[in-house]
């Protein structure tokens, strides 16, 4: 791992805004699924509706596209909606993906504001913001739902500008189509494709980005922004 001590932003992005979006970029969606899946069944064990092993969701996650619905039709008693409210509300047990602390950390250490922009119900993401600890770095958060714009729409972009110091932006994120295509061509900005899962990448066309990265600990992320002291 390359050591915070030993490097600083070479002097092109000293000015740079560096934003990131939440979900499978920030932090791995599946690990919330999980730790969502966790609350369910301590819950559904408390009322004493259903004695199942935490596994049995599992399984279901991995073979049907909405375990919910199938969960429920194996427990009729249960409510769909009642496992979403769980779901949303729990306060959720989850981790950055390796090397983005360290990142943000280089980050700020060299002076740049950072920013996150996240598609979501406020009080979801928001849960998911404080329980990675992102509230000791960001500066700036916008989540959809409490600014009536969301992305791919560019005015949520525009948004960011306009509460930033900055003039010029850097944004890391996950999806093509919502991350990616729509400020591939903005002025001051530059984009980074953070590959997080192969469905996605399938799903979609090679992103049109700056830089692709695997992870954050990726060389080639090093090499284009930092230079030793």
Not at 16 to 22: E, G, N, Q, R, T
Not at 65 to 71: A, K, T, V
Not at 88 to 93: G, T, V
Request: hydrophobic share 35%.
């Amino acid at each position: 791992m390359i050591q915070s001590s030993s490097l600083k932003l070479k002097k092109c992005f000293e000015d740079h805004s560096f934003v990131f979006d939440l979900d499978d970029t920030i932090f791995y969606e599946k690990d919330y699924v999980i730790s969502g899946f966790h609350a369910i069944s301590r819950n559904l064990f408390k009322k004493k509706l259903v004695n199942k092993k935490f596994n049995s969701l599992i399984n279901l996650y991995n073979k049907f596209s909405d375990p919910f619905e199938e969960f429920c039709r194996q427990n009729r008693e249960i409510k769909k909606n009642e496992l979403i409210k769980i779901m949303r509300e729990h306060s959720p047990k989850i981790k950055a993906r390796p090397g983005f602390k360290n990142l943000i950390k280089l980050i700020k250490e060299n002076g740049n504001e950072i920013g996150v922009i996240t598609n979501g119900r406020s009080k979801t993401q928001r849960s998911k913001f404080y329980s990675l600890g992102l509230h000791n770095f960001v500066d700036i958060l916008i989540i959809s739902s409490e600014v009536k714009l969301e992305k791919p729409n560019i005015k949520i972009f525009d948004l960011y500008q306009y509460k930033s110091r900055s003039k010029k932006f850097i944004f890391f994120g996950n999806n093509p189509r919502l991350d990616i295509r729509p400020i591939e061509n903005k002025e001051c900005w530059k984009t980074v494709f953070c590959k997080s899962n192969l469905k996605m990448v399938k799903k979609y066309d090679k992103p049109n980005s700056d830089l692709k990265i695997s992870s954050f600990m990726d060389k080639s992320l090093y090499n284009e922004f930092f230079i030793k002291r």
